[in-house]
C-alpha cells in the first residue's frame, strides 16, 4: 500500500483504482438525473486529486479548488455540452475560453487522462524489437540506427506485404545531375 508524502496515512488506492477513476471523465457514464450528477465522481475526483497531488502542484495547479471546478464542470458539460462526443468535448472545454480559464485545475486531471497510456504493450513490443536487433554480434550499432530499426519493425508493413520494388529501383537508379553517382553501373535489370 502506498503512502502519502504529506502524512503517514496509508492511501487506499492503486493504480488500478486510478486508471478505474479516470473513467469518470467519459460523459456516456454521467447519469442524466441532476440530482444524481450533483454527487457523480467526487470521490473519485478526490482520490485522483490525492493520487496526483505533488504533480499537480508541481504544475502550478491550486488542488483545494478541483472539486469546485469538477461540480461547475459537470454542470457546464450537462447543460450545454451533452451532445457532444468524447473528443469533441475534451477538446472544446481544453482550448475554448472561457473553459480553459475557469477550469483550469479540474482540466489538469483531464489532460493527464488524456495522455495515461492504457497499455504497455507498445514498449514491451519496443524492447522485445530492440533485443532482437542489437544482438550480441551488432553491438557496435550507433543509437540513431537502431532506433530507426526499432520504428521500421514497429510501425511498417508484415514482410509478406512488402514491396521493395520501389526502394531498389530509387537505390538503382541515381540523378546523375545532382552529382550522384550510379551505384552500380554494370547491373542491368531483367
Not at 111 to 116: A, N
Request: hydrophobic share 40%; with cysteine; charged share 20%.
Amino acid at each position: 500500500m502506498l503512502t502519502s508524502t504529506a502524512d503517514t496515512q496509508p492511501l487506499a488506492l492503486n493504480p488500478t483504482q486510478v486508471v478505474k477513476d479516470m473513467l469518470v471523465f467519459n460523459i456516456d457514464s454521467w447519469p442524466t438525473n441532476t440530482k444524481d450528477l450533483v454527487d457523480f465522481g467526487n470521490d473519485a475526483i478526490d482520490r485522483l486529486t490525492n493520487w496526483f497531488g505533488p504533480l499537480l502542484q508541481k504544475a502550478g495547479c491550486e488542488t483545494s479548488v478541483i472539486a469546485e471546478e469538477w461540480f461547475s464542470l459537470k454542470v457546464l458539460v450537462n447543460t450545454s455540452f451533452r451532445d457532444k462526443d468524447y473528443t469533441s468535448l475534451w477538446g472544446i472545454v481544453l482550448t475554448k475560453a472561457p473553459c480553459k480559464e475557469d477550469f483550469q485545475n479540474v482540466l489538469h486531471l483531464v489532460e493527464i487522462m488524456l495522455v495515461l497510456p492504457i497499455s504497455a504493450a507498445q514498449c514491451v513490443h519496443a524492447v522485445s524489437a530492440q533485443n532482437r536487433i542489437k544482438s550480441s554480434l551488432r553491438v557496435g550499432l550507433g543509437s540513431s540506427t537502431l532506433q530507426d530499426l526499432i520504428r521500421i519493425t514497429a510501425d511498417c508493413p508484415p514482410v509478406a506485404e512488402f514491396s521493395a520494388t520501389s526502394a531498389v529501383d530509387k537505390w538503382l537508379t541515381r540523378d546523375l545531375d545532382a552529382g550522384e553517382r550510379q551505384r552500380r553501373p554494370q547491373f542491368h535489370r531483367c
